[in-house]
């Protein structure tokens, strides 16, 4: 398999992720030209891995996401495929048959019609097998949490006794009956 | 004799599953003097090694054998691999539950008298009444140390429980606090008091929740007369020509078969696990199953009916701070069937990590719609509704016609339908939910639908009559004597309540009565 880079500046140019082959070898890397992010991939090559990301994108957009976050979608459809050539022709396959419903190579359409496509293709079993990955990779990324204001781990932190389990502040507190004072030793 | 015990033993009993239910009992058992081996089938883990991430933790105690959801009911559809979201690790599902502990009311364990012939339900009621178990409810409350109970004071409501407070206060509601928590407020039994982590799902690293983990198997163990085995896969109860059971073959660590003899068998192993065993137990003395003369077994699985309601707010709440189930409206727990349904329903605070709420809460939803739900995250707030829900005969785990696991028994089938009465209530306590979040000044609100079982109960029903049910009025089995099952399997209804405290309940006073019965020789 070729090794490939996928270059931002070029995606950013064309509005369509473009490839940069570097090499031939079993492993391409899939990265943020500026070297903020960079993810390998073992078994799909780079056009495929584009259409994934932006088909994931499509599925769970949040538009204060970059594309960073939908590429750890990539990297783990692309773990799955390990030892498993049928779900790597299965990437394949869907992609061809998502590009067919587009009419035309899937990421070249503009948002509104990728989701359109999308809808229409919902019970695709690649859309579903984005979909299915997509909810649970995009969304368990820490990095990804400080977004949406929640904040993981709290143990190593001493919990929330401390750190505004009670600071509500826009409504009357509850009775003391109700909810009692917290215990602090 | 004293731990650890030869397989030969013939004099031990045998406790398969260390939850709620056979960590109790074995811990009971024990003090008492009884020789147990509790066999565990799962790994074991300490608060220590417990996670803080909720897709890692699932991995890490969840049951994850293969299991097939059949039913018209949404949950077959969305995991149709995942029916329940119980546990395989020392302690069982003690380790993932919430600590919510509250009595049955004594009209639930009169469901068939108190609601009538409901179409369609197989409503029974319990071979027991309230009075008989009060004293175990209050021996159960002090070991796991139930708040507002015993002296004990209520857990501090944290910014989803005061979300819900103001809701339930200006809809009119009058119950409403932190409740019934086994859960420490201040340091109690050798274990510190609750430090607010929000990861009560994933096992309590502080050990403020109680589990049969770090409380009744340690203790059991202590007296020299538990012998814990862990990566213990039960795989046959045995019997004799008799018909009284005589060991477990189970499936070592390492997948190597061993039976262990027993002078009687406790099978705990949660609803799903539990009638499984039975079955796979089959024999040509029992060809249905063992103690399964009356074609009961597995049959009204009952899963409490369930939903949760979100509700988004203008200013921030972070629910995902503080105890996850520190606060309960009541008020609909009563049976008033002018409401069109029987039986009644807990109203609980519930939170979910953003990695599960995305999982959860509309399962198989993408788009817009969906992200801009998820982006609502930090001010949303979360109850779960929780009601009682009627068995039926359809509604069964039974062996799966092609499937084998790992060890080549067939695997579980668990099938459910709602009953027209679990419609009614959910739809009820959905429009109810989202009264009280309205109330508090909710901008959007999400009826979210049932997650995988976590309350799994009935499938081994106790009965009056050995033709309703598997087991009488002390777990034990109708047609063998010293075959008892412990856990919430037996539950005849399931009443409107958590149902950890009544399995606890019912494993301290089954104890008293094989202890009993041992020592009387009936045994």
Redesign the interface.
Known sequence: MAKYVLDRRLFLRRSGTAVLAIGAGGMAVFRDPSGAWAITLDHLDASTAETLLQLAR?????DQLGDMYYAVVVEALDGAAEGDAEAQEQLVSGVARLDAAAGGRFVDLDPEHR?AV??EQ?GDPLVQKV?GTA??E???NPL??PV?????????E????D????????????SA???????RG | MAAPYDLTDDGVVVVIGSGAGGGTLANALAQKGIDVVLLEAGNREEPSTFVNDEWASFLQLSWLDPREATGSWRVARDFPNLPAWICKTVGGSTTHWAGASLRFQEHEFKARTTYGDVAGATLLDWPLELAELEPYYEAAEDRMGVTRTHGIPGLPGNNNFMVMYAGAMKLGYNDCNTGRMAINSQPRDGRTSCQQLGFCFQGCKTAAKWSTLYTEIPAAIATGKCELRIDAQALQIQHDASGKVTGVLYADADGNQQHQKARAVCVAGNSIESPRLLLNSASAQFPDGLANGSGQVGRNYMRHMTGSVYAAFAEPVRMHRGTTMAGIITDESRNDPTRGFVGGYEMETLALGLPFMAAFLDPGAWGRDFTRKMDQYANMAGMWLVGEDMPQTGNAVTLHAETRDAHGLPIPDVHFDDHANDVAMRTHAFAQGRAVYEAAGAVDVYDTPPYPSTHNLGTNRMSERAEDGVVNRWGQAHEVANLFVSDGSVFTTGGAENPTLTIVALALRQADYMAEQMGSGAI
């Open positions: 499509v599925l769970y957009p949040h989701t999308v809808a919902i979909r909810v649970v995009l969304y368990n990804v949490w949406f204001g929640y904040e993981g781990s709290s143990a190593d001493g919990g929330y006794i750190r505004g389990f009670q600071d509500l502040g826009w409504l009357d507190a509850p009956e109700a909810s009692p004072p917290a215990y």
